[in-house]
């Protein structure tokens, strides 16, 4: 059963940092690609980052500069680094896999970590 444990969520005011992190279990975890969306109220899902299997590394446009995705495959996890925080990057984050490697494709998810950001 595939499990992906989201952490690291909260309240924050603009211009802080918070690092969420995602423990996986249920998967091979060191050939998945691995992903943070979000999803703002009345928004869609979107990807932020992601990272293959060998490092590679997608930011989005919004969070380029600012967030850094990494991956620690001994320990099954993934972190997102957020620093410079904007009320704008409040949303539900939530962790995915993507065995196939496509980070555009996730076929796992988790339950999602609320982060607040306050102006």
């Known amino acids: 059963q595939v499990q992906l444990v989201e952490s690291g969520g909260g309240l924050v005011q603009a211009g802080g940092s918070l690092r969420l992190s995602c423990a996986a279990s249920?998967?091979?975890?060191?050939?998945?690609?691995m992903m943070w969306y979000r999803q703002a109220p009345g928004k869609q899902r979107e990807l932020v980052a992601g990272?293959?299997?060998?490092?590679?590394?997608f930011h989005g446009d919004s969070v380029k500069g600012r967030f850094r995705i990494s991956r620690d495959n001994p320990r099954n996890t993934v972190y997102l680094q957020m620093n410079n925080l904007k009320p704008e990057d409040t949303a539900v984050y939530y962790c995915?896999?993507?065995?196939?490697?496509?980070?555009?494709?996730?076929?796992?998810w988790g339950q999602g970590t609320q982060v607040t950001v306050s102006s």
């Open positions: 990272i293959s299997s060998g490092d590679w590394t």
């Open positions: 249920g998967i091979d975890f060191s050939v998945n690609a």
């Open positions: 995915a896999a993507a065995s196939s490697g496509n980070i555009r494709r996730p076929d796992s």
